[in-house]
């Protein structure tokens, strides 16, 4: 069941940031735009090349009010390792400029629904949540492909385009430049 037009189920989960370790919340970010990104696993290529590739649009996305997300199935401890751990070894470099989000419990996962119960791991998943708390896009992936940060930045423009604007709408492949 699509959780598109739902209030977003809550998240209150361990994760890490730079050094620091602690509960992030969804709660915390009430007001803001947030984009949850699910993922597989820690010290994966894949995942690795999806978690940097949004960590580096995460600068973009804090410009227009949105917080970012990531979130596995994998221990705080795992995630703080690979986040520490060199790439030639399959870690992120030394850092990562989002929270990197441990739902061991698989719950938030699940809430979401997208945890592939027959693996035991989160599909690639991406959600959208507005000022207001209400999931306005959802999208999810098969394991072997990865997601693309820059339409994940247009849904976001194009939302909060919309939002400015509610008689406006966004046509396919519509850019910021574009008239509504």
């Not at 995630?79 to 470099?93: I, N, S």
Request: glycine share 8%; with cysteine.
């Amino acid at each position: 069941m699509s959780l598109v037009g739902k209030p977003a189920p809550d998240i209150e989960l361990e994760g890490v940031l730079a050094d620091e370790v602690r509960v992030f919340t969804l709660a915390e970010l009430s007001g803001r735009w947030v984009l949850l990104v699910f993922f597989p696993h820690a010290f994966t290529g894949l995942c690795g090349s999806e978690v940097a590739a949004f960590a580096a649009l995460a600068p973009r996305l804090a410009e227009l009010d949105c917080a970012l997300l990531a979130i596995s199935v994998d221990s705080r401890h795992a995630l703080r390792a690979w986040a520490a751990a060199g790439t030639e070894v399959g870690g992120l470099g030394g850092g990562c400029a989002m929270p990197l989000l441990a739902d061991i419990t698989k719950s938030t996962c699940r809430d979401y629904g997208v945890l592939d119960e027959r693996e035991g791991v989160a599909l690639r998943a991406t959600f959208l949540v507005d000022p207001d708390g209400t999931v306005v896009h959802a999208s999810a992936n098969a394991r072997p492909v990865g997601r693309s940060t820059v339409e994940a930045l247009r849904l976001l423009q194009a939302f909060r385009h919309t939002r400015g604007n509610p008689e406006a709408r966004c046509r396919a492949d519509w850019q910021p430049a574009d008239p509504a």
